[in-house]
């Protein structure tokens, strides 16, 4: 059996959206969660700012439980991206995670 929920959400000013996918697998006794999460905002500066670094940050963090035989996975990236449109610049800030769950089926 699988289940999957998509949502799709900007915010009123337009300036934040958020774009999320849940599925849920069972097959071979296994029940599997997988979460996707992407969220970006938007703003307007004058000039590039020099304590905001552009440079991507990852992080990752996996845990197995022998007890309850379970496994976690979590993958994140959080980044700004300077962008020019018109003579305009703009930041985006951007996170996006991944995230998944094996277990036993219940």
Known sequence: MRDLVLRNLTSLDKKRKVISSSE?????????????????SLKSIREPQENITTAPKISIYKNHDTLLH?????????????????????????????????????
Do not use: D
């Not at 849920?24 to 970006?40: A, D, E, L, V, Y």
């Not at 979590?74 to 995230?99: A, D, T």
């Open 24 to 40: 849920i697998n069972t097959s071979n006794g296994i029940c599997t969660k997988i979460r996707r999460n992407f969220i970006c």
């Open 70 to 106: 379970t496994s976690k996975f979590l993958y994140k990236i959080k980044g700004n991206i300077y962008v020019v449109n018109q003579e305009q610049i703009y930041i985006v800030s951007y996170i996006h995670s991944f995230k998944l769950e094996l277990a036993p089926e219940s």
